[in-house]
C-alpha cells in the first residue's frame, strides 16, 4: 500500500536569510532613495555604512539663537484645534475641559482693609461643543496671569473669566481659587492668641448666560456627643463612677452662592460657622484654656444633625447668602466610623448622588 506524505512547508534557516539580507542591502545601495521608500522605507536602517537618505542629518545642539516670528509660529501645527474629523471617541459636549491646581501668590484684601498674600491653587475650565477637537490648555494660564498681580476679589476674577472665554471662543466657563486663610485666633481664658488657617474656595461660574458666586469653607470643631454625656453623669450620679463623654474632631463644609451687592468677607463666613457652633478647635492654649475648652464643650453638646441646623440657621439670616450646602462629619472617637450630615437650601447644591469618595475629603490634617 502506497503512502502519500504531504510536504511541509520548512521556514528558511538562519544562512538563508543572511544571504537575503546581503541581496536586500545590495540592491538598497544602487536604488535611489524613492524607490527604497517605495518598496519599504525602513529598508534605509539595514545599511550600516550610510545615513538615512529620507531623513535629515538633525542637529543635537540647543539653538540658543533661534527666534520665531509670526510665519514661523503660524506654520507650527496645532491638533488641538485640529477638525472634527480628529475628535476621538464620542461626539458629545464636554461641560468641563481646562486646568487643575497651577499655583501662584495670590494678594487678597482682609475685612479689617489690610491685604495678604497667599499661595492660590486655581483651577480653570471652559465648556466644550461637540463638533470641536479641544482647547490650547495654556490660554487659560495666559489669561488668569494677565490679573494675578492684582489684588483679588469677585470682579478681578469676572476679569480673567471674561479674557478666557474670548480667549478660547466659549460659553460657558468656570474659575475655582483654592487657599488656606490665616486668621488670629485668641484663646479661651489666657489671652494667648496664634493662628487658625481656613480652606477656602472661591467659585466663579458662568452658564447658560447666567453669572454666579460661591465661597467654600471647611470649619473644623470638637463635637461632644450629647448622649455620651448624659451616660457619663449618670454613671457619676448613680455609682460615683468616674466616666468621661466621647468627643472628636469634626469638619463642616460650608458652601455659599453669593447675591447682593455687599461683600460677604472671608471672616463674614468664619464668625458665622463660630456663632452657630462655637467648640471650634484651639491654636494656642494653657491649662485654663484647655479646661475652658471643656466646659465649652460640656455646654454645647451636639449630634451632626444638631450641626448641620445650627449652621443653616445662621446662613438663612444673612441677605449676603443665596442657596447653600452644609456637609457635616463628625469622625468619631467611639466607632470605627463617622457620623454624617448633609443640609441644602435651594436647587443649587441639590442633587441625587453623592460622591463615593466626599466624605473622606473632610478630614483635616492639620
Same mark, same amino acid.
Request: proline residues 5%.
Given at each position: 500500500?502506497?503512502?502519500?506524505?504531504?510536504?511541509?512547508?520548512?521556514?528558511?534557516?538562519?544562512?538563508?536569510?543572511?544571504?537575503?539580507?546581503?541581496?536586500?542591502?545590495?540592491?538598497?545601495?544602487? %536604488?535611489?532613495?524613492?524607490?527604497? /521608500? *517605495? #518598496?519599504?522605507?525602513?529598508? +534605509? @536602517?539595514?545599511?550600516?555604512?550610510?545615513?538615512? $537618505?529620507?531623513?535629515?542629518?538633525?542637529?543635537?545642539?540647543?539653538?540658543?539663537?533661534?527666534?520665531?516670528?509670526?510665519?514661523?509660529?503660524?506654520?507650527?501645527?496645532?491638533?488641538?484645534?485640529?477638525?472634527?474629523?480628529?475628535?476621538?471617541?464620542?461626539?458629545?459636549?464636554?461641560?468641563?475641559?481646562?486646568?487643575?491646581?497651577?499655583?501662584?501668590?495670590?494678594?487678597?484684601?482682609?475685612?479689617?482693609?489690610?491685604?495678604?498674600?497667599?499661595?492660590?491653587?486655581?483651577?480653570?475650565?471652559?465648556?466644550?461643543?461637540?463638533?470641536?477637537?479641544?482647547?490650547?490648555?495654556?490660554?487659560?494660564?495666559?489669561?488668569?496671569?494677565?490679573?494675578?498681580?492684582?489684588?483679588?476679589?469677585?470682579?478681578?476674577?469676572?476679569? %480673567?473669566?471674561?479674557?478666557?472665554? /474670548? *480667549? #478660547?471662543?466659549?460659553?460657558? +466657563? @468656570?474659575?475655582?481659587?483654592?487657599?488656606?486663610? $490665616?486668621?488670629?485666633?485668641?484663646?479661651?481664658?489666657?489671652?494667648?492668641?496664634?493662628?487658625?488657617?481656613?480652606?477656602?474656595?472661591?467659585?466663579?461660574?458662568?452658564?447658560?448666560?447666567?453669572?454666579?458666586?460661591?465661597?467654600?469653607?471647611?470649619?473644623?470643631?470638637?463635637?461632644?456627643?450629647?448622649?455620651?454625656?448624659?451616660?457619663?453623669?449618670?454613671?457619676?450620679?448613680?455609682?460615683?463612677?468616674?466616666?468621661?463623654?466621647?468627643?472628636?474632631?469634626?469638619?463642616?463644609?460650608?458652601?455659599?452662592?453669593?447675591?447682593?451687592?455687599?461683600?460677604?468677607?472671608?471672616?463674614?463666613?468664619?464668625?458665622?460657622?463660630?456663632?452657630?457652633?462655637?467648640?471650634?478647635?484651639?491654636?494656642?492654649?494653657?491649662?485654663?484654656?484647655?479646661?475652658?475648652?471643656?466646659?465649652?464643650?460640656?455646654?454645647?453638646?451636639?449630634?451632626?444633625?444638631?450641626?448641620?441646623?445650627?449652621?443653616?440657621?445662621?446662613?438663612?439670616?444673612?441677605?449676603?447668602?443665596?442657596?447653600?450646602?452644609?456637609?457635616?462629619?463628625?469622625?468619631?472617637?467611639?466607632?470605627?466610623?463617622?457620623?454624617?450630615?448633609?443640609?441644602?437650601?435651594?436647587?443649587?447644591?441639590?442633587?441625587?448622588?453623592?460622591?463615593?469618595?466626599?466624605?473622606?475629603?473632610?478630614?483635616?490634617?492639620?
Amino acid at each position: 500500500m502506497n503512502r502519500h506524505i504531504p510536504d511541509v512547508q520548512r521556514g528558511p534557516d538562519r544562512d538563508e536569510a543572511e544571504e537575503a539580507l546581503a541581496l536586500l542591502r545590495r540592491w538598497a545601495t544602487q %536604488a535611489t532613495p524613492e524607490e527604497v /521608500a *517605495d #518598496l519599504a522605507p525602513g529598508i +534605509a @536602517r539595514l545599511l550600516p555604512d550610510a545615513g538615512l $537618505p529620507n531623513y535629515p542629518a538633525l542637529s543635537r545642539t540647543f539653538p540658543e539663537d533661534f527666534k520665531s516670528d509670526d510665519a514661523y509660529r503660524a506654520s507650527l501645527p496645532d491638533l488641538q484645534n485640529g477638525p472634527a474629523s480628529l475628535i476621538r471617541g464620542s461626539r458629545q459636549q464636554l461641560q468641563h475641559v481646562g486646568i487643575s491646581n497651577f499655583r501662584l501668590p495670590i494678594r487678597f484684601h482682609t475685612r479689617d482693609g489690610g491685604d495678604l498674600t497667599l499661595e492660590t491653587s486655581v483651577t480653570g475650565t471652559v465648556s466644550l461643543e461637540a463638533g470641536r477637537k479641544g482647547i490650547n490648555m495654556s490660554r487659560i494660564m495666559r489669561s488668569f496671569y494677565r490679573h494675578a498681580e492684582k489684588t483679588f476679589s469677585f470682579e478681578v476674577i469676572e476679569a %480673567a473669566l471674561d479674557d478666557y472665554i /474670548a *480667549d #478660547l471662543d466659549s460659553v460657558d +466657563a @468656570r474659575i475655582q481659587m483654592r487657599f488656606s486663610y $490665616p486668621a488670629k485666633v485668641r484663646s479661651l481664658r489666657s489671652g494667648l492668641e496664634g493662628f487658625q488657617y481656613y480652606d477656602i474656595a472661591l467659585e466663579l461660574v458662568e452658564a447658560g448666560g447666567a453669572r454666579r458666586k460661591f465661597m467654600h469653607l471647611d470649619y473644623v470643631y470638637s463635637s461632644t456627643c450629647p448622649c455620651s454625656l448624659e451616660l457619663s453623669e449618670h454613671a457619676r450620679q448613680m455609682r460615683g463612677q468616674l466616666a468621661t463623654p466621647h468627643s472628636q474632631r469634626s469638619v463642616a463644609r460650608i458652601s455659599v452662592e453669593v447675591t447682593g451687592e455687599d461683600c460677604l468677607w472671608f471672616e463674614d463666613l468664619i464668625d458665622h460657622a463660630r456663632a452657630a457652633v462655637p467648640t471650634e478647635t484651639q491654636v494656642m492654649v494653657k491649662r485654663e484654656d484647655e479646661q475652658a475648652f471643656a466646659e465649652l464643650n460640656a455646654a454645647n453638646p451636639i449630634f451632626v444633625e444638631d450641626a448641620a441646623r445650627l449652621f443653616c440657621e445662621r446662613l438663612l439670616a444673612d441677605p449676603r447668602i443665596g442657596d447653600f450646602r452644609i456637609i457635616a462629619s463628625h469622625q468619631e472617637s467611639l466607632h470605627s466610623h463617622d457620623a454624617v450630615s448633609i443640609l441644602t437650601e435651594g436647587d443649587t447644591f441639590t442633587v441625587q448622588s453623592i460622591d463615593p469618595r466626599l466624605f473622606s475629603t473632610l478630614f483635616h490634617v492639620g
